[in-house]
């Protein structure tokens, strides 16, 4: 059995609360890149963090990623990389936020101490039950925590630090990025591979302990444009065609049994979620989900010939359906490099820890820097009820993961070894 690696609980601890407190909350309705100044405030401190604890090549560059190396100490070991992303959530706030540390949970209930209404319940949080004795960090229930993804910056930091100061641990050329803007789709706008100069990534994205998330949605939006004709009401009569009535006749008509609300594990589904116009013009934006690609565009045909049939329903009325694509299931592009999920259920084995090959109702950056050639499977960062004031984190959890990433490393660099 390998040993695991002694990481420092209090520098851990001290790093990711110093995270949370930078207001990085992702804002999708500016162009600008990245989408709020939180983000260069913490890609600066992390920067400077890098730099103290001996990284290489650390920078921050034009678009607020921040970029390091890790230079191997064994040779012939392929460079793999560390990935997180800088921004939170903007479902909600991540200003002003409060961490609230548990030293030694001792079970039950936990109430929030800034909202009276706000309870992280053991009936919402089973998984509470297996960490009695553990240390837990919360909001004051007014603000997000931001765990998502600061768990997994603390964790890729906290590691890379331990590997600078643990020279005796061997291992291949490790390249870092935390990115912006993921929680609004922009994680990997302007990552460029060949700079990444990596065979394989982990990012660690994901809730709990001990799960390597091995696949993920594949995703595509509609952009659905119904046209009527506008007419002053007291004038309307065989005139008018409400584009409003068709909009509502097209919701109607998707089928229930697709939906996000009524759908779970590996059943993918239809969501409508931005409804807006009048009488002449309503844009409705739906979301396609589903694990298997192929899927999208059954879905997305499903949703043409249900506005065909409310064109003929509704004579007058014309609808345009604007099919864009999203992102990949990472499992379609994971078997490139099997390596990425070999290596690190290995550093699992070698450790003895369980995990779970697992799916993501969703995406992470890691399928789309799958799709764009590097293989990235996403590990679990103690993250948990991440977007909401009832977020919670645990350290031991997050120590755990930095011992499995660092393990992961040196199974890279054992395996490469002729
Ligand atoms: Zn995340």
């Not at 601890?13 to 989408?35: C, D, G, I, M």
Request: contains cysteine; glycine residues 10%; negative net charge.
């Amino acid at each position: 059995m390998a040993e695991l690696a002694n990481l420092n609980r209090e520098r851990l601890l001290e790093r990711f609360l110093r995270y949370v407190k930078v207001n990085t909350t992702a804002n999708a309705e500016t162009q600008v890149y990245p989408s709020s100044e939180g983000q260069w405030e913490l890609g600066r401190m992390i920067l400077a963090e890098l730099e103290e604890l001996g990284a290489q090549d650390a920078h921050v560059d034009e678009y607020g990623l921040v970029w390091a190396m890790i230079p191997g100490n064994v040779e012939d070991t392929p460079t793999i990389g560390w990935n997180s992303h800088l921004d939170t959530s903007p479902e909600t706030t991540g200003e002003n936020v409060k961490p609230h540390v548990i030293q030694s949970y001792e079970g039950g209930d936990i109430p929030l101490a800034g909202d009276s209404s706000k309870i992280i319940t053991i009936a919402e949080n089973p998984e509470l039950n297996d960490l009695i004795g553990k240390t837990l960090i919360t909001t004051d229930g007014t603000t997000l925590l931001g765990g998502d993804d600061k768990a997994g910056i603390a964790i890729i930091m906290e590691s890379a630090h331990y590997l600078t100061e643990h020279p005796e641990i061997k291992h291949g050329p490790i390249r870092i990025l935390f990115t912006c803007d993921e929680e609004i789709g922009r994680g990997v706008n302007h990552v460029d591979i060949d700079k990444m100069g990596a065979v394989a990534a982990y990012t660690l994205d994901g809730g709990g302990a001990g799960d390597i998330d091995v696949e993920t949605f594949s995703a595509d939006g509609l952009t659905v444009i119904v046209k009527g004709v506008n007419i002053h009401p007291s004038i309307a009569k065989d005139r008018m065609v409400n584009a409003l009535r068709a909009a509502g006749a097209l919701l109607e008509r998707l089928p229930p049994e697709q939906a996000p609300e009524t759908t779970e594990d590996r059943v993918g589904f239809i969501h409508p979620y931005v409804l807006d116009g009048g009488v002449a013009e309503v844009t409705i934006k739906i979301l396609l989900r589903d694990f298997e690609t192929a899927q999208l565009q059954v879905k997305a045909d499903l949703v043409v010939e249900i506005a065909r049939q409310v064109e003929k329903d509704y004579p007058g009325i014309t609808i345009e359906v604007d099919h864009q694509k999203q992102y990949r299931n990472m499992a379609d592009g994971l078997p490139n490099e099997p390596r990425a999920v070999e290596f690190a259920k290995q550093a699992h084995d070698e450790l003895g820890l369980e995990y779970r090959l697992s799916s993501i109702r969703g995406g992470t950056d890691g399928s789309m820097l799958t799709e764009k050639g590097l293989p990235t499977p996403n590990l679990s960062s103690g993250q948990h009820t991440q977007h909401s004031p009832l977020e919670w984190a645990c350290l031991d959890e997050m120590i755990q993961q930095g011992q499995v990433l660092i393990q992961t490393a040196v199974v890279w660099a054992n395996n490469s070894q002729s």
